[in-house]
Structure formats: structure tokens, C-alpha cells
């Protein structure tokens, strides 16, 4: 079965951190552009960051620019999003995805089943 599977969600306090993982099973990311979108509770879902596995393109949202970072370990076909800095407005399901490059929303061809992040004092 192929499918993307992420761990690293929870409740982390104003300006705490937390790591994301995104490992791929079934398939190769190889060919793919992976990355994280979010969706917070009646907002519509949003790119955050993604890497193109095979130039290492590297893309952000301007909103998480300088606090989140997007890597990936390609042996064990897993992509991480290392988030610092966390902010109440970070709070969303995050979702790992994958996709031809550029990733859009509109053209995924994976989906994770999403990690709740909620930061909150």
C-alpha cells in the first residue's frame, strides 16, 4: 500500500518547537516534490513548505520564512519539517504531501492523514 505516514504532532508552548516527520511507504519520493500543507479550524487549507527531491528546490510560505525548516533523508525516504519559533497562529493540522514540482494544492498525488500541531500556553 502506498501511502505517507507523519508523526511528530502535539501541544507545544508560544515560541517552543516541534519536529514533523513525513516517511514514504510503498513508494519512492524520488520523482516527487514533498512538502507540508496546513489547515486550521474554518480556515482553508495552505501551502507551508516543500523540497524537490530531485534538484532540492526548496520552497516556503512567507509566513513560517526563517522559522521552519524543510529536510529530507532520502535513504530512508522521509522528509522532515523542523519548526522553531512556534506561534499561536501555527496551530492547524499539518499534512504531508507529495506531488509534481512545483507543488500546488490542486495537484497532489499523495496525501498524509495529517498531525495535529497545537501551540498554546
Known amino acids: 500500500q502506498q501511502?505517507?505516514?507523519?508523526?511528530?504532532?502535539?501541544?507545544?508552548?508560544?515560541?517552543?518547537?516541534?519536529?514533523?516527520?513525513?516517511?514514504?511507504?510503498?513508494?519512492?519520493l524520488d520523482y516527487y516534490a514533498v512538502g507540508w500543507f496546513r489547515q486550521?479550524?474554518?480556515?482553508?487549507?495552505?501551502?507551508?513548505?516543500?523540497?524537490?527531491?530531485?534538484?532540492e528546490t526548496i520552497y516556503y510560505a512567507d509566513s513560517v520564512k526563517g522559522r521552519f525548516t524543510i529536510s529530507r533523508d532520502i535513504s530512508k525516504g522521509t522528509v522532515f519539517l523542523q519548526m522553531?519559533?512556534?506561534?499561536?497562529?501555527?496551530?492547524a493540522d499539518?499534512?504531508?504531501?507529495?506531488?509534481?514540482h512545483p507543488l500546488k494544492l490542486g495537484d497532489i498525488a499523495y496525501w498524509g492523514a495529517g498531525t495535529l500541531v497545537t501551540v498554546s500556553s
Not at 501511502?3 to 519512492?28: D, H, I, K
Not at 486550521?40 to 523540497?51: I, L, Q
Not at 522553531?84 to 496551530?91: A, G, S, Y
Open 3 to 28: 501511502q505517507l505516514v507523519e508523526s511528530g504532532g502535539g501541544l507545544v508552548q508560544p515560541g517552543g518547537s516541534l519536529t514533523l516527520s513525513c516517511e514514504a511507504r510503498g513508494f519512492t
Open 40 to 55: 486550521a479550524p474554518g480556515k482553508e487549507r495552505e501551502e507551508v513548505a516543500y523540497t524537490n527531491m530531485s534538484d
Open 84 to 91: 522553531n519559533r512556534l506561534k499561536p497562529e501555527d496551530t
Open 94 to 100: 499539518y499534512y504531508c504531501a507529495a506531488g509534481p
